[in-house]
């Protein structure tokens, strides 16, 4: 089964420091999600990117946050000077709804964000 | 106002019992509905998407009301590896963000 790839699993890092956190969406899919999950929390959308664009993204992804797909088949998001705040699971996400309006997501493993 | 609410729970059922989640959700223009499943600390997985005629997927049932803007989940014969967080997912289409419930927590006791 086709699956998502995020890497690292687990990412530790000073507040203030830049992160990128990677993913691998499934090859045939054109629409890419990042989502984060604030520990006993709910699911939260970040941002969606379709045709090389965001096409929708939430108020959390401020200006602190960018994704880029630079190769065609990583899709990146970039947090800039973290705060500890943003310690959390982040998923990413990719889908191919087609005609389907009920075609679900495929999530990856997430990577747990630790910010100290 | 929540987009998506749902029971937070926890349900605690012994195996072989059926359990029944509800969800209402708030925008009239949603269109795409889904039940994930979520284990602690993985990621969300799809657990079935939900049709307005209702659809069943062996133990699993889903059932959408549209008039009231609620999606239901019924669970027959619980098994002790049903025991996760089940979260209600709405779209107002395909492509577009989800919005997750809270999630509610099951544990299915032998």
Known sequence: EPEVTQTPSHQVTQMGQEVILRCVPISNHLYFYWYRQILGQKVEFLVSFYNNEISEKSEIFDDQFSVERPDGSNFTLKIRSTKLEDSAMYFCASSSPGQDTNYGYTFGSGTRLTVV | ?110
């Open chain 2, 1 to 110: 106002r929540k987009e998506v609410e749902q029971d937070p729970g926890p349900f605690n059922v012994p195996e072989g019992a059926t359990v029944a989640f509800n969800c209402t959700y708030s925008n009239s223009a949603s269109q795409s509905f889904f039940w994930y499943r979520q284990d602690c600390r993985k990621e969300p997985k799809l657990l079935m998407s939900v049709y307005s005629s209702g659809n069943e997927d062996g133990r699993f049932t889903a059932q959408l009301n549209r008039a009231s803007q609620y999606i239901s989940l019924l669970i027959r014969d619980s098994k002790l590896s049903d025991s996760a967080t089940y979260l209600c997912v709405v779209a107002l289409a395909a492509g577009n963000q989800f919005y997750f419930g809270t999630g509610t927590s099951l544990t299915v006791i032998p």
